[in-house]
C-alpha cells in the first residue's frame, strides 16, 4: 500500500495521443520524496541537454506534493516543471489553488507530458477516464475564461482546469500556467504548454488519499492549525509586516503599501519614490482597493485568506494574487486603478505578473531614449496608461515588435542591439527578478540570487531576519522561542549581528555563517516543494508553523517513509544536486551565478568570491559550481557523475560560452 501519494503517474503522448497509468518506484520517493524532487530525477533521465525547450522531446511535468491531498494545512502546491524557453535551464515553478490535491484524489501524482499534438488539444482527467479532446473552439479564449467553459462543457462545475492564455498559445517566453487563484508562472512553462498545443489540463478525483498512521497525522495537523491561530494573534514583534505573519504576503488584505512603494523601483527597474506613501494616495488606494475587492479567498484547506477576486470597473472578476496587486502600476509609475485593471487583462492571458511588466515597461524606455522609434512601434499611444494595454497586446499576440518583447528583456535586447542591453538591467540567469535596486551589499541575498536555481528571490529568502535588531533586549526576547531553527548556532549568529560597527554587514555574519544560512533557508523551499507546502506557511515567513523537526514527522505518520532530520537533509540535498546537475549538464557555470550589476551601489568582489568559493565548497561542488565526484557519490548520484565524465563536463573551467540562442530565430528589428 503506497500512503500519501497514489503510486501511479499519469504518461501522455500528444503526438500520438497515448495514454498510460505508470506504476512508480516506492524507492524513488524515499530517495527524492515527491514533487519537484521526482519530477528532476524524471527530467534528468528523459530530457538529455540537447533537447531544445520547444522541442516534443522536452517533457511538461506536472507534479503534486508528497502530502498534497492529505488533511495537513497549506499543501496544495502543484510543482510543473519543463525545459524553460527563457533561461534554457530547468524551470521549476509553483501553482497554489487546488489543482494538486484533485489530481491525486483522482489517482494520480503526476501527469507527464511528452510530444507534441497536431493541433489544440485539452486533457480531461476524471478518475479512471482519460481523454485527449479537441480544443478548437477554445483557441485565443483567455486563461479563465477557458475554465469556465471547459467545466460548463463537461458539466463538471467541480473540475479544476489549470489553462494557459494567448501568451502560452504563441509561445511568449513568460507565458503562465493559471489556475483556481493561483497561477505557475516563472520561467516560461505556459509557452512550453503552448507548444505542445495543449490549451488546459483538466481533473476531477473523487477517491481517497491514504494515511500511513492517521490518528498521529491528524495530531500533526492540529498542532499545526493551532500554531497558526496563535501566530496571527501574536505577529513576530520587531520585523516588518510582510515577514511578521503567515501566508504569502496578505497582499489583498493591506492597505498599508507604503513599505512597497517606497523600497521597491519603479519604472523599468530604475526609480526609487522614498517619499511616495502619503495620507492622499493611502486614501486613494484604499478606496480603489475597497471598490474592486470582493471577497478574500484561500487556495485548498487552508485559513489564510491571502488571495481575492477582483472586479474591475467594466471587466469580469477575477481573481488576484499577491505581489502582483503592484507590479503593473509600479512599472507604467501609475495607480492602484490602473494595476488592478490591467492585471485582469494579464491574468486572461496568462503571464507572469513580475516579467510582463518589466518587459512592457522596458520597451517604453527604450522607446524614450530612441532606441526603440515610431517606426518599430507603429500607432503605439501617447498615453502613458493606454501604452501598456497596447504593448501587453502586441507581445502575446507577438504583432511587430511585440514578437521580439515576447522573448523578455535579456533576449529582446540581443535582437534589438543599439545598445538596448544595458536597458535590460534587471536580469539573473535571463530571467527578470524583482524590482529591487539597494545600497551596500548584503552577503546573504548575494549567495541566494546568484546561487539560486528556482531564480525568484521571494521563493529562496526566509526563517533568518533580513535586519539586525537594534538592542540586545529585542534580540533575546526574538531568539528565545525560534524553536524553528536546526541548530542552537543561528541564535547566536543572530545575537551578535549588529547595525553598526564590527559585527555589522557586510562583513558580518561571517562568510562562514552566511552560507550557513542560505543553505538553511534553501533547504526548507526544496522540502516545501517536495512536499507540496505553500511557502506562505513554511519557508518564507519567520517562525513558521512547518519547520525542520515536525517534517520528518508528518512524512513518516503521511507517507508512511520512516523520516528523521538527518535523513530528510540527505534526500532534500539530493535532488537539489540534481538540479543543479540538469543546468550544469545544460551549460551552466559559475559565470552566469551573479546579481544584476547594479543590484547593490556598493560592491565586494574579494568578498563577494570568497562568498562563492566557500558557499560551493559547502554545497559539495567545485570551483565552477559543478558538484563533484565525491558528493555526488555520497548523495547516491554515481549515475550522475558517470554522465558528467563521458561529456567531459569536469574539464570545462567556465570558458565555454552558455546556451546563447534563443529558441526564436535571431532578428534584426
Ligand atoms: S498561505 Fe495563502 S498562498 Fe499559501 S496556501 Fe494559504 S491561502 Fe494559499
Known amino acids: 500500500m503506497r500512503y500519501a501519494e497514489t503510486g501511479f503517474n499519469l504518461e501522455i503522448d500528444l503526438s500520438r495521443g497515448n495514454i498510460e497509468r505508470v506504476e512508480t518506484d516506492p524507492r524513488d520517493t524515499e530517495l527524492y520524496l515527491g514533487g519537484l524532487g521526482t519530477n528532476a530525477k524524471i527530467l534528468w533521465e528523459r530530457v538529455p541537454p540537447e533537447v531544445e525547450p520547444f522541442s516534443p522531446d522536452n517533457l511538461l511535468i506536472f507534479g503534486t506534493g508528497l502530502l498534497c491531498g492529505t488533511p495537513a494545512t497549506g499543501c496544495n502546491r502543484t510543482i510543473v516543471s519543463t525545459i524553460s524557453p527563457q533561461t534554457r535551464l530547468m524551470a521549476f515553478s509553483m501553482m497554489g489553488g487546488f489543482w494538486a490535491p484533485e489530481l491525486k484524489y483522482a489517482g494520480y501524482d503526476k501527469v507527464v507530458l511528452r510530444g507534441q499534438s497536431p493541433h489544440l488539444v485539452y486533457i480531461w482527467i476524471n478518475n479512471d477516464k482519460v481523454e485527449i479532446r479537441d480544443a478548437a473552439h477554445l483557441q485565443g479564449k483567455g486563461a479563465v475564461e477557458t475554465a469556465e467553459l471547459i467545466r460548463e462543457e463537461?458539466?463538471?462545475?467541480?473540475?479544476?482546469?489549470?489553462?494557459?492564455?494567448l501568451a502560452g498559445e504563441n509561445r511568449v517566453y513568460f507565458a503562465s500556467i493559471e489556475q483556481g487563484r493561483s497561477s505557475a508562472s516563472r520561467g516560461g512553462i505556459g509557452a512550453v504548454m503552448g507548444d505542445k498545443r495543449v490549451k488546459a489540463v483538466v481533473v476531477r478525483g473523487t477517491r481517497d488519499v491514504n494515511v500511513a498512521r492517521p490518528a498521529e497525522y491528524m495530531q500533526l495537523c492540529n498542532e499545526v492549525l493551532q500554531y497558526i491561530k496563535w501566530r496571527n494573534e501574536n505577529p513576530v514583534p520587531g520585523v516588518m509586516p510582510i515577514l511578521a505573519g503567515l501566508g504569502s504576503p496578505q497582499e489583498m488584505k493591506v492597505h498599508d503599501e507604503k513599505w512597497h512603494t517606497e523600497n521597491f523601483m519603479w519604472g523599468n527597474s530604475r526609480t526609487r519614490r522614498k517619499d511616495f506613501w502619503n495620507e492622499e494616495v493611502a486614501r486613494e488606494w484604499m478606496e480603489t482597493l475597497d471598490s474592486m475587492r470582493r471577497r478574500l479567498i484561500s487556495c485548498f484547506n487552508c485559513p489564510m485568506t491571502c488571495g481575492a477576486t477582483i472586479a474591475p470597473p467594466g471587466r469580469p472578476t477575477y481573481m488576484m494574487k499577491c505581489f502582483s496587486k503592484l507590479t503593473y502600476t509600479m512599472a507604467a509609475m501609475s495607480d492602484l486603478e490602473f494595476g488592478l485593471g490591467i492585471a485582469q487583462s494579464a491574468t486572461e492571458y496568462g503571464v507572469d505578473g513580475f516579467s510582463a511588466p518589466q518587459v512592457m515597461a522596458f520597451a517604453v524606455e527604450l522607446y524614450e531614449n530612441g532606441i526603440l522609434t515610431d517606426a518599430d512601434l507603429p500607432g503605439m499611444p501617447s498615453d502613458n496608461e493606454e501604452r501598456f494595454y497596447w504593448l501587453l497586446d502586441r507581445i502575446v499576440r507577438r504583432e511587430g515588435i511585440g514578437d521580439v518583447l515576447a522573448n523578455g528583456t535579456y533576449w529582446a535586447a540581443k535582437q534589438i542591439g543599439k545598445g538596448a542591453e544595458a536597458y535590460a538591467h534587471n536580469n539573473i540567469k535571463k530571467i527578470e527578478q524583482l524590482p529591487l535596486k539597494l545600497s551596500m551589499l548584503n552577503p546573504i541575498y548575494f549567495l541566494m540570487y546568484a546561487t539560486g536555481e528556482k531564480i525568484n528571490i521571494t521563493q529562496i529568502e526566509g526563517q533568518f531576519p533580513q535586519a539586525p535588531f537594534v538592542t540586545m533586549e529585542e534580540r533575546e526576547a526574538f531568539v528565545q522561542d525560534w524553536f524553528q531553527v536546526p541548530d542552537d548556532r543561528f541564535k547566536q549568529y543572530f545575537l551578535d549581528w549588529e547595525p553598526r560597527g564590527e559585527k555589522s554587514m557586510p562583513f558580518y555574519p561571517t562568510v562562514q555563517m552566511c552560507c550557513d544560512i542560505v543553505d538553511w533557508q534553501e533547504r526548507m523551499h526544496y522540502i516545501d516543494d517536495a512536499l507540496g507546502m505553500c511557502a506562505g506557511l513554511s519557508s518564507f515567513p519567520l517562525k513558521p508553523p512547518y519547520h525542520i523537526h515536525n517534517y520528518p514527522k508528518f512524512i513518516s505518520a503521511g507517507a508512511g517513509i520512516e523520516m528523521d532530520e538527518e535523513k530528510l537533509t540527505q534526500a532534500t540535498k539530493r535532488y537539489r544536486t540534481l538540479v543543479r546537475a540538469i543546468n550544469i549538464r545544460r551549460g551552466m557555470r559559475r559565470k552566469d551565478e551573479k546579481p544584476p550589476e547594479d543590484h547593490w551601489k556598493k560592491?565586494?568582489?574579494?568578498?563577494?568570491?570568497?562568498?562563492?568559493?566557500?558557499?560551493?565548497?559547502?554545497?559539495?561542488?567545485?570551483?565552477?559550481?559543478?558538484?563533484?565526484?565525491?558528493?555526488?557519490?555520497?548523495?547516491?548520484?554515481?549515475?550522475?557523475?558517470?554522465?558528467?565524465?563521458?561529456?567531459?563536463?569536469?574539464?570545462?573551467?567556465?570558458d565555454t560560452p552558455s546556451q546563447e540562442n534563443s529558441t526564436e530565430k535571431e532578428k534584426e528589428v
Open 603 to 654: 560592491r565586494f568582489p574579494d568578498l563577494e568570491k570568497e562568498l562563492l568559493d566557500t558557499y560551493y565548497q559547502l554545497k559539495g561542488w567545485n570551483n565552477q559550481g559543478i558538484p563533484t565526484q565525491e558528493s555526488l557519490h555520497e548523495l547516491g548520484l554515481d549515475y550522475v557523475f558517470e554522465d558528467f565524465e563521458k561529456r567531459e563536463i569536469y574539464s570545462d573551467m567556465g
Open 154 to 165: 463537461l458539466k463538471e462545475p467541480k473540475a479544476q482546469v489549470a489553462a494557459i492564455g
